[in-house]
């Protein structure tokens, strides 16, 4: 999203023009505060006059699904997350300062689903589509200065089931007033490419689109600066001068010497300043976010960045945050990127739907490749109530809505018309890839147009067969790659989803070699699965469909036409808990689990897609006596692993072939198992894990200590069970309750198990397998947040948090952010 905002006048002088006085050339406001909700249907509410005394007042953004208890009767049914859906209304009274002969202008970054928005009692416009952004224009209902002013949206997520995932409910993402003068830039009305890009130089084409309405011609002309990430001015243009109506576009072209290329591990970013005169007059001021680099995608030789070969190794995530919900919050989408980055994770996927604005700064600041995704169904349905019933009217709107939105973002290098469309096995298919792909190219044209497809047979697949993709993306069975040249001559390829795998952190089932299929086909019921509704750690429980991870991983780490692929998925979330039925509510999926915490196969892709040492060892050591437990090591950078059992040597292990991980078979016995990597006969890593005693304490640790006292900061409070020597606990499952003082608040529990009924707004959780969460957010006050956990028969804990009012914390998280990048 561009991020818009108010520069100051002194900020840049252009050489030859006297600016002359005016007034705001342009306000954004966050509009999040001081809203009113009510979960329900009242028609009346969309009246100005209204009563809304009784309403609940809040923030945005919110969702109203995650703050209710999990039923198995709630129409989004576990496969949307068991939780509860309906209608719901927000109203804001405001009052406005003189805006004479300025537009105002209210922007939404996503509502889900079907919002209808009033101002005054005025209807200003229905969306049905739950992740796209939108803005309407409130001038001409507005009571002017010193007037009171009530805006009123109606959200109705009723119709179900609507999503194969957790949807959410509410105005889930951020919501500003922008106020600019009669000529002002358009909505999203930049669009800045780099058509010549080399180390020596880059060549910034800046297309701006702007809108009067002040009713007359204007004579207007544009400049435009390049600003480096030090504040440096490196280029600057000045147009001729355009006679406006209503509205034109002015094209201008700049040159940079010696660009900073925005990389992987380097992801600098440029700033493109547009200033609009009218006449004399600056009138309006636009600040676009820039990325200089150049990639391809070549049939042979795969993905290239800045001319540098380079695998695409990323994975899909839905938009959920855990215990948060779609509640939309920057730190929390901050953290989960974090932690993929750590495991070597370089691109995300954004299934099945536009994400977040923000999420995609982040993909930009932090560099990771980002498959923008539209549509995860078209005019035939997955679901009764999906997006199948809005496509005929709403697809097109809906899709340039995503582009121009998103175009300006360096971290995307590919748009995804669709998921899984069933078009794909009719004729309609042809059609309706070519409308979309044209959309798309209309728009943008330096960026390749994909489709996740699953048919990889050319005869049956009506995608494909359109001859208008520019990539050919195939989710799962990757037995077929080594075909897909044949297939499809010429073509470049992508594993758009891999794996698939179950997981359920700290679960092992055994034998490990024996791989469990749950269900076996398509119409066979799952009778088998286990009866705490867990899935082992060991990867060795699969879908029919799906993959183990490794076997998935070796698909395509050994056909190197396929340019890179997005393992399904990053972390679990809410909804699609499949192998399983009810009470099971999120997904097995995950690398990482729905509170944050890796599971054992996150290694596998750490050990093979980063260059550190890695030595990862599973499972814990709490068995029966005498039981025989299957020991695995993924490793890197070794040549070799030992197993040692009371320092007793139980052998040395290699990978043989293209294995990817050591085992042995080992009688238990309680003590301690130590694995040691080594190369060239030197220690490269050493890792132990002991037998548990009882629980005797808690331990608390915080990913960040200092926050930022802006009401939105978040801490994640990682908690665990240990015995008296410091070991984690296994199968600890204590009641932790959270104390807090000081300025802050529990914005969320969660322990990661996905069959776990305990609502996620508490102040409490059970442990799970010795681990659980407590998320903690800042007020706007600053000052100390202790953070205290206490369960009956063990030993307290707690934490000491410091909230600053100044811009320390927000840096220091930046910085956190970026770590190893």
């Known amino acids: 999203m561009l991020r818009l905002f108010a520069l100051l006048l002194l900020s840049l002088s252009f050489p030859g023009h006297v600016v002359a006085a005016p007034p705001q050339t342009r306000r954004v406001e966050d509009f999040n505060k001081d809203w009113k909700f009510y979960l329900g249907d009242d028609a009346r509410a969309k009246d100005?006059?209204?009563n809304d005394a009784s309403w609940r007042p809040l923030t945005l953004p919110h969702d109203w699904s995650i703050e209710g208890r999990f039923d198995e009767k709630n129409p989004a049914k576990p496969e949307g997350g068991g939780l509860p859906t309906g209608v719901g209304w927000y109203r804001k009274t405001f009052v406005l300062p003189a805006t004479a002969g300025q537009r105002v202008y209210i922007e939404f970054d996503g509502v889900y689903r079907n919002s209808e928005v009033w101002l005054n009692g005025q209807l200003l416009g229905r969306r049905p589509?739950?992740?796209?952004s939108f803005r309407y224009d409130l001038t001409p209902h507005l009571r002017r200065t010193g007037g009171t002013n009530v805006l009123a949206v109606r959200v109705d997520n009723s119709a179900q089931p609507n999503s194969r995932w957790y949807s959410g409910s509410g105005i889930y993402r951020n919501v500003r007033l922008l106020t600019t003068n009669a000529v002002a830039?358009?909505?999203?009305?930049?669009?800045?490419?780099?058509?010549q890009v080399s180390r020596e130089a880059a060549t910034v084409a800046v297309e701006t689109t702007l809108r009067s309405a002040s009713g007359g011609r204007r004579r207007v002309h544009v400049e435009t600066?390049?600003?480096?990430?030090?504040?440096?001015?490196?280029?600057?243009?000045s147009s001729d001068n355009v006679t406006l109506a209503d509205s034109g576009v002015v094209t201008q072209t700049l040159q940079l010497k010696k660009p900073q290329l925005w990389s992987l591990y380097r992801p600098t970013l440029y700033r493109v300043q547009t200033r609009v005169f009218d006449g004399k007059t600056l009138v309006d001021e636009y600040e676009t976010p820039l990325g200089i680099r150049f990639f391809e995608f070549n049939a042979q030789s795969g993905f290239s960045l800045n001319g540098a070969p380079l695998r695409i190794l990323g994975v899909n995530q839905h938009h959920d945050l855990g215990a948060l919900g779609a509640a939309v919050n920057v730190r929390a989408m901050e953290r989960q990127l974090e932690i993929l980055r750590r495991m070597g994770c370089n691109a995300i996927r954004m299934a099945h739907n536009p994400p977040a604005p923000e999420l995609l700064d982040l993909c930009d600041r932090m560099g990771f490749l980002v498959m923008d995704e539209a549509f995860d169904q078209w005019q035939k349905k997955k679901n009764g109530q999906d997006y199948h019933k809005d496509f005929k009217q709403w697809h097109r709107r809906d899709l340039q809505d995503m582009v121009r939105r998103d175009r300006n973002h360096p971290s995307i290098i590919a748009w995804s018309i669709g998921n899984e469309i069933r078009e794909q096995f009719d004729s309609t298919g042809v059609r309706l890839t070519k409308e979309l792909t044209a959309t798309v190219k209309r728009l943008d044209s330096t960026r390749p147009v994909t489709s996740a497809l699953t048919e990889q047979e050319p005869d049956k697949n009506y995608i494909s067969q359109a001859g208008v993709l520019d990539i050919l993306s195939f989710n799962y069975k990757h037995e077929g790659y080594p075909l897909l040249p044949k297939s499809f001559p010429g073509?470049?390829?992508?594993?758009?989803?891999?794996?698939?795998?179950?997981?359920?952190?700290?679960h092992y089932d055994m034998p490990a070699d024996s791989v469990r299929v749950w269900p076996l086909d398509g119409k066979t019921k799952l009778t088998t699965g286990n009866r705490d509704f867990t899935a082992s750690s060991y990867d060795n429980a699969r879908p029919y469909w799906g993959a183990t991870h490794e076997s998935a991983w070796r698909g395509v780490k050994q056909n190197p036409h396929i340019a890179g692929l997005f393992v399904w998925s990053g972390f679990d979330y809410l909804g699609e808990p499949l192998p399983y039925p009810w009470p099971a509510r999120s997904s097995y999926f995950g690398l990482?689990?729905?509170?944050?915490?890796?599971?054992?196969?996150?290694?596998?892709y750490q050990s093979e897609w980063t260059n550190q040492p890695v030595l990862h060892v599973l499972p814990h050591w709490n068995w029966r006596p005498g039981q025989m437990v299957d020991v695995w090591a993924y490793y890197s950078q070794a040549e070799e692993?030992?197993?040692l059992l009371n320092g007793k040597s139980l052998g040395v292990k290699k990978k043989q072939g293209d294995e990817l991980h050591v085992a042995w078979r080992v009688k238990y016995e309680p003590g301690t198992l130590q694995a040691v990597s080594r190369r060239g006969g030197q220690a490269v890593l050493t890792r132990t894990?002991?037998?548990?005693?009882?629980?005797?304490?808690?331990?608390?640790?915080?990913?960040?200590?200092?926050?930022?006292?802006d009401g939105k900061d978040l801490s994640f409070v990682t908690v665990r069970v240990l015995d008296a020597q410091g070991n984690l606990v296994p199968d600890a499952a204590h009641q932790i309750r959270f104390g807090l003082s000081g300025p802050g608040l529990v914005a969320g529990v969660d322990n990661g198990y996905q069959a776990s009924l305990e609502p996620f707004k508490a102040t409490e959780r059970r442990a799970y397998n010795g681990m659980c969460l407590a998320i903690v957010q800042t007020t706007e006050q600053p000052g100390t947040i202790v953070v205290q956990a206490v369960a009956d028969g063990l030993q307290p804990a707690s934490l000491l948090l410091k909230s600053e009012a100044s811009s320390t914390a927000a840096k220091g998280a930046a910085a956190a952010g970026t770590a190893g990048n």
């Open 185 to 195: 830039v358009d909505q999203w009305g930049t669009f800045v490419t780099t058509p």
């Open 48 to 50: 100005s006059g209204f």
């Open 592 to 604: 990482v689990d729905l509170a944050g915490f890796p599971k054992d196969a996150y290694y596998l």
């Open 491 to 506: 073509q470049v390829f992508l594993a758009t989803e891999t794996a698939a795998a179950f997981e359920t952190r700290g």
């Open 225 to 237: 600066a390049v600003v480096d990430a030090k504040g440096k001015t490196v280029a600057r243009h």
């Open 129 to 132: 589509n739950g992740y796209v």
């Open 641 to 643: 692993v030992e197993l």
């Open 689 to 709: 894990i002991r037998t548990a005693g009882p629980a005797t304490r808690i331990e608390l640790t915080a990913d960040r200590s200092t926050l930022g006292a």
